[in-house]
């Protein structure tokens, strides 16, 4: 299970944002996963172990920051915008600005990005370790993503002017 | 003109997720609908923000030794040596590291430039199949017809073998070139999803290629078996790429 360390630990440092609690929670779902290995019966050792340490994240946000599982999307439609992300961005702002991006988004749709673009997970390896319908997946990602080009074109926008 | 797919199947697309017939469809669409050639324009910028930032955090070595320690595994590597404390120890250790961080920086630099064109090429190659009448070029599911098909067609047999009973039919084998070589590729299905299996003789070790990643929606993995060098590409799941690698390679 040691080679999924990596995952496990990038998984819930986005979720929790903050390395040193994510660290905790981490260290405790591998504890549960050697526990429960014997449940484990076969396939995607990666998408089980992963499904462990998000509920665990999940739990320790209900526990110790409630107000964030309560944001969700709102339904606001905005109009398109025409420029990309990196044609406004220079790079030294960029990382910095994608982090902050990233970090506003509600934690589910947070969940789906970070399973799908740093950890480059399947839709359906995506659905097993949120417990979320294939189709919900996708529409968490485009909403996600349509969100994340908005923050960092008027954030870019904004620095500029 | 409005746009009659609904606006994720873009992202589906994007994602590799879509199956073959579908994607080709959308492929159609895409030409005309300037509002999702805007969206996939937006996707692409963004996965490449992504993939320069780099914002994926490892676990740190403090949490590997915390969680080694935890599960009850001895740590590798933990027993430290006696410090050093010459003077003169420090200077060479300098000057070796700052040489060997260039050399290696360099090498990784040419590593990773070769491994990005032939990945690329071998996706694009895939893709390519994928259009109507491209996929194979002896078409069957059985191992001793697409097997001989290759004699004489290649300076090598490329080992072909059927895994239906395993979720992995064969569909047929066709000539392809990666990196200005011949090479085989075998085109199994998996599900609604068709795999290439890109097979050639080893050249140099490792091929410059990486073990596997993914690249423009599609997954694909690396690995040498005897004397051959296989890639497999497909919009499949890694995890069955991973599962088609172990039955080829066992």
């Given amino acids: 299970m040691l080679p999924h360390l990596d995952s496990a630990a990038n998984l819930a440092r986005w979720l929790l944002r903050n390395r040193a609690d994510s660290e905790d929670v981490v260290q405790e779902a591998m504890l549960r ?129 | 003109m409005s746009c009659e797919f609904s606006s994720t199947t873009v992202h589906g697309y994007f994602d590799g997720e879509l199956d073959a017939a579908r994607s080709v469809e959308f492929e159609r669409h895409l030409e005309q609908c300037s509002e999702c050639q805007a969206t996939l324009e937006g996707i692409e910028s963004l996965r490449r923000t992504f993939q320069r930032s780099n914002l994926y955090e490892p676990a740190s070595d403090a949490l590997r030794e915390r969680v080694m320690k935890n599960v009850g595994l001895s740590s590798i590597g933990s027993a430290r040596p006696a410090p050093y404390t010459r003077p003169w120890f420090f200077a060479a250790a300098a000057i070796l590291l700052t040489v060997a961080a260039f050399a290696t920086a360099f090498l990784v630099s040419r590593r990773q430039r070769n491994s990005y064109r032939i990945t690329a090429e071998v996706i694009d190659a895939h893709v390519r199949s994928l259009q109507p009448g491209h996929l194979t070029d002896v078409q069957s599911t059985d191992q001793h017809t697409v097997k001989p098909w290759f ?14 009973k395993d979720g992995f039919p064969l569909v047929g084998g066709r000539l392809d070139v990666i990196d200005g070589h011949d090479v085989a590729a075998l085109v199994y299905s998996r599900r609604k999803h068709l795999i290439s299996v890109f097979v050639w003789p080893e050249r140099q070790q490792g091929e410059g290629l990486g073990r596997g990643g993914a690249r423009q929606g599609y997954n694909w993995r690396s690995w040498q078996s005897g004397d051959m060098r296989f890639c497999a590409v497909s919009d499949a799941a890694a995890a069955d790429l991973d599962q088609l690698k172990a039955l080829i390679s066992p």
């Fill in chain 2, 151 to 164: 004699d004489g067609k290649l300076d090598f047999i490329p080992p072909v073998a059927d895994y239906s």
């Fill in chain 1, 33 to 161: 996963a050697y526990k429960f290995f014997a449940t484990f019966h076969g396939g995607d050792a990666r998408a089980w172990l992963l499904q462990i340490v998000r509920n665990s994240c999940y739990t320790w946000l209900e526990k110790n920051r409630p107000s964030e599982l309560a944001t969700e999307f709102d339904e606001e439609m905005h109009k398109p915008q025409t420029a990309t992300p990196e044609t406004l961005a220079t790079q030294a702002d960029e990382r910095r600005r994608l982090m902050v991006a990233l970090e506003s988004l509600p934690a589910r749709a947070r969940e789906v990005v970070v399973l799908r673009e740093l950890e480059d997970c399947s839709y359906k390896e995506i659905g097993e370790i949120t417990g979320m319908p294939i189709g919900t997946v996708m529409s968490t990602l485009a909403r996600a993503r349509e969100r994340l080009r908005r923050t960092l074109t008027s954030s870019a926008a904004k620095e500029a002017s």
